[in-house]
T-cell receptor, first 115, second 117 residues
Framework: DQQVKQNSPSLSVQEGRISILNCDYT??????FLWYKKYPAEGPTFLIS?????DKNEDGRFTVFLNKSAKHLSLHIVPSQPGDSAVYFC??????????????FGKGTHLIIQP | NAGVTQTPKFRILKIGQSMTLQCTQD?????MYWYRQDPGMGLKLIYY???????DKGEVPNGYNVSRSTTEDFPLRLELAAPSQTSVYFC????????????????FGPGTRLTVT
């Protein structure tokens, strides 16, 4: 049973346009969400995160939006650049459990930026 | 500051063999994790550790063992390799969250690609 879902395996966007990557979750105990970027043969690198007490977090070209009632978050990249071509993973965690807060990952979306 | 390092990068094992995947971090992070990623899937948590001497199971621990004798090292042991353990293994670490600053992002190593035949 997938608790974090990324329903688009791939997304193609023209350079300079906005890229929107979507993520849904089913576990209502998740209260912290993260986006990771992964290039082939490398480990995931942290991009941006958001706590459930916020609905938006911005860092340069990257903005994450959280809609708790819909259990949905999205990552916006504006403007998209060729170096943004990678696999993007949505991840979530429950911070109140007292454990080490391991992350639950979606399957990823392969973003391709077209010149 | 190398971050999280993993060795080896690649390994091919025969069924029934054993091996240890090494993970070291130089950021003085308390928390360390092992994940596996199967093709087309997200990462799944195998084991984690909140500090030296303390380890616990994640979502998919069967067939693996870990130890944490120092803050820096968190090796993952496969005792009897099976084809189902063919995967890419990632080690990660994170620092303690502070009262004034939420810190939950984990930093990942480059991964070990393991094939069991």
């Amino acid at each position: 049973d997938q608790q974090v879902k990324q329903n688009s395996p791939s997304l193609s966007v023209q350079e300079g346009r906005i890229s929107i990557l979507n993520c849904d979750y089913t576990n209502s105990m998740f209260d912290y969400f993260l986006w990771y970027k992964k290039y082939p043969a490398e480990g995931p690198t942290f991009l941006i995160s958001i706590s459930s007490i916020k609905d938006k977090n911005e860092d340069g070209r990257f903005t994450v939006f959280l809609n708790k009632s819909a259990k949905h978050l999205s990552l916006h990249i504006v403007p998209s650049q060729p170096g943004d071509s990678a696999v993007y993973f949505c991840a979530a965690t429950e911070t109140s459990g007292g454990g080490a807060d391991g992350l639950t990952f979606g399957k990823g979306t392969h973003l391709i930026i077209q010149p | 500051n190398a971050g999280v390092t993993q060795t080896p990068k690649f390994r091919i094992l025969k069924i029934g063999q054993s091996m240890t995947l090494q993970c070291t971090q130089d950021m003085n992070h308390n928390y360390m994790y092992w994940y596996r990623q199967d093709p087309g899937m997200g990462l799944k948590l195998i084991y984690y550790s909140v500090g030296a001497g303390i380890t616990d199971k994640g979502e998919v621990p069967n067939g693996y063992n870990v130890s944490r004798s120092t803050t820096e090292d968190f090796p993952l042991r496969l005792e009897l390799a099976a084809p189902s353990q063919t995967s890419v293994y990632f080690c990660a670490s994170r620092q303690l969250s502070k009262r004034t600053q939420l810190i939950y992002e984990q930093y990942f190593g480059p991964g070990t690609r393991l094939t069991v035949t």
